[in-house]
């Protein structure tokens, strides 16, 4: 049975439940572990799936959704599926919590959400498209070459994803500059690139 993701949270001494999820306890929201949908693993089609059931669900009952995504990637098209998902088709207002590993194409899940935070062991590895090759499997130069155009087309594409939601403190140029230096990020330079609200 797929679980169905509500937010809680606590306000003084009460506790309530709410469409929102952007309540604040202090100066950082607060979410009840049962309440959230988690993006855990290999970014694929089969958690996209999940997930995006998941979000509908929660977008249908209560109208908003927080997301914790911990992810070492996987690829970029699937990321970028993913993204274009809940950006443009149902275009959903969601939380994104960012926890341990948001590395690669995970990043670009964690980027779906509206409002962004991330837990205080974040990090994030920033690095270009790559391939995994089979042993004995041939290819013809032209085949290398549409690889190395569409795997170049989607750094591009991941680079503007990236500076688009980095509130004008990364231009593409920049991410990709970050991309080809293997950059890892941690938990404040989330906030200081303008990718995440806060450290939770």
Known sequence: MR???HIHYTVGYVKAATKSPLQLVGSA??????????????VNYA????VLGGIKDALIEWGEVALMVTSAGGPSGTAMSFY??????????ITT????????SGMIIFLSGTQ???????????HPAGRQFSEGTRYTTQELSAMLSEDTM?????AGIVSDQSKGKLSAEEVLELM???????????????LAEAVL
Not at 154 to 158: G, I
Request: charged content about 30%.
């Open 154 to 158: 989607k750094d591009a594409l991941y």
């Open 97 to 104: 919590i960012g926890s341990g590993d948001v590395d690669s």
């Open 29 to 42: 929201p607060r979410f009840a572990p049962e309440r959230l949908i988690e993006y855990f693993g290999i």
């Open 116 to 126: 962004r935070f991330v837990t205080p062991h974040t990090t994030a590895l920033l």
């Open 47 to 50: 958690t996209n799936e999940r």
């Open 84 to 93: 274009d998902a809940v950006r443009s088709v149902l275009r959903a207002e």
């Open 180 to 194: 080809k230096t293997q950059t890892v990020l941690c938990a404040d330079d989330f906030v200081r690139l303008g």
């Open 3 to 5: 679980r169905r993701a």
